[in-house]
Structures are given as C-alpha cells and as structure tokens.
Nanobody, 124 residues
Framework: QVQLIESGGGLVQAGGSLRLSCAAS????????MGWFRQAPGKAREFVSA???????TSYADSVKGRFTITRVNSNMVHLQMNSLKPEDTAIYYC??????????????????WGQGTQVTVSS
C-alpha cells in the first residue's frame, strides 16, 4: 500500500529548530511533487512548502520563507528543516504528494496521498 510516514515533530522553544521527514513507500514517487501542509487548532489547513520530483524546484509560503528549507534526498524521501521557529508555527504538519507529468511544477493543488501528520509545538 502507498504510505507517507512523517517523523521529527516535537516540542521546541521559540527560536529553535526541528527537521521533519517524510518517507514515501508503496510506489515510485519520481513523478510526484511532494511537500508539507499544516493545520493549527481552529484554523484551516495551509500550504507550507513543496518540492519537485527532481528536487530542483521548491516553493514556500511567505510565512516560512527564509526560515524553512525543503529538500528531497531521493524520490521517496523529503525533509523540511525548520529554523527560527515561532509559536505561530505550532500545528500538525502533514506530508502530501501529487502526481504531475510536468517536470518543474512545485504546486500541490489536490494531493493524491497524505501522511498521518506530526505535531509541532513551539513554546514562547
């Protein structure tokens, strides 16, 4: 079965860092944009970051630009390095994957697969 498994969430003080990982299995993901969304309690899910199948092209929400870095070590493994964390980054972070035949698309409009989520809590 296809699975996206997130890891790396936890509790960190403001200004600290965490690295989230998403391990995809069950199929090849070389033709999938992969990335991250987050959802805080009482708020809508929001886009965080995405990376192309090649790992060359990336995109970021304005709220995390300059603080977060997404990397793709291979087609099935994606990391999100989160630095200078703020309390407003507190949310459940979800890994997502979307199929595309385009080589450099880094948008996830409708995910084909979702991970179970990992909690990130940033204390003041």
């Amino acid at each position: 079965q296809v699975q996206l498994i997130e890891s790396g969430g936890g509790l960190v003080q403001a200004g600290g860092s965490l690295r989230l990982s998403c391990a995809a299995s069950g199929r090849t993901f070389n033709s999938y944009v992969m990335g991250w969304f987050r959802q805080a309690p009482g708020k809508a899910r929001e886009f965080v970051s995405a990376i192309s199948g090649s790992g060359v092209s990336t995109s970021y929400a304005d709220s995390v630009k300059g603080r977060f870095t997404i990397t793709r070590v291979n087609s099935n493994m994606v990391h999100l390095q989160m630095n200078s964390l703020k309390p407003e980054d507190t949310a459940i972070y979800y890994c997502a994957a979307q199929y595309t035949t385009a080589t450099s698309i880094v948008a996830i409009r409708s995910a084909d697969y979702w991970g179970q989520g990992t909690q990130v809590t940033v204390s003041s």
